[in-house]
């Protein structure tokens, strides 16, 4: 089947506390990106990647780094989260960043207390 | 700066009734547009795209949406509302000028009452 994964699904941690979320596709999907989701904002893209070894920032990329080392992944890193990071984290691919739409993976709902 | 705007919070339908969603968007170019549905404790799912050619668009579930460039708008319309068709509604852009940023609306809940 078709999917984007992301795990773990919630996470709770302590501010400060280094954390990964990662997320794989099986669709040999050349676009991948991460959004957080926040009431009465929508979804605000923190990083894309076009490909291996190429990511750009999006709207909100302080606190968090990315990585591209495989097509099929793309794990978001928070190197000390803090409170205002709480929130719905979603990963998507598309087979390209034109014209193509996203998979969204079911979500990470993270709490950084 | 570039945006998307999705006037209301909140529509309600009765079911059986059309429905309209509304997007606005204010992007240089000519931007690639979406419309994207979720349902509650799941990811975002395509519904359709506005690519080129003809400005109404058919996508999933007998939903459309109307591009029209002179408004800069892409409504998202259905025929006869469903209560299956309630769910956060998103719209979003991506510039075709260059750049792989995509800028979602805010996201507008749809009520369909039986």
């Known amino acids: 089947e078709a999917q984007v994964t992301q795990n773990p699904r919630y996470l709770i941690t302590v501010t400060g506390k280094k954390l990964t979320v990662t997320c794989s596709q099986n669709?040999?999907?050349?676009?991948m990106s991460w959004y957080r989701q926040d009431p009465g904002l929508g979804l605000r893209q923190i990083y894309y990647?076009?490909?291996?070894?190429?990511?750009d920032k999006g709207d909100v990329p302080e606190g968090y780094k990315v990585s591209r080392k495989e097509k099929r992944n793309f794990p978001l890193i928070l190197e000390s989260p803090s409170p205002n990071q709480t929130s719905l984290y979603f990963c998507?691919?598309?087979?390209?960043?034109?014209?193509?739409?996203?998979?969204f993976g079911q979500g990470t709902r993270l709490t950084v207390v | 700066a570039q945006s998307v705007a999705q006037p209301e919070d909140q529509v309600n339908v009765a079911e059986g009734n059309p429905l309209t969603v509304k997007c606005t968007y204010s992007?240089?170019?000519?931007?690639?547009l979406f419309w994207y549905v979720q349902y509650p404790n799941r990811g975002l799912q395509f519904l359709l795209k506005?690519?080129?050619?003809?400005?109404l668009v058919k996508g999933s579930y007998g939903f459309e949406a109307e591009f029209n460039k002179s408004q800069t708008s892409f409504h998202l319309k259905k025929p006869s509302a469903l209560v299956s068709d309630s769910a956060l509604y998103f719209c979003?852009?991506?510039?075709?000028?260059?750049?792989?940023?995509?800028?979602f609306g805010a996201g507008t809940r749809l009520f369909v009452k039986a």
């Open positions: 669709m040999n999907h050349e676009y």
């Open positions: 990647s076009m490909n291996v070894e190429v990511t």
């Open positions: 506005y690519i080129t050619g003809d400005n």
């Open positions: 979003a852009v991506r510039d075709r000028g260059g750049g792989f940023k995509t800028i």
């Open positions: 992007v240089s170019g000519n931007p690639y």
């Open positions: 998507a691919s598309s087979p390209s960043g034109w014209g193509t739409e996203a998979f």
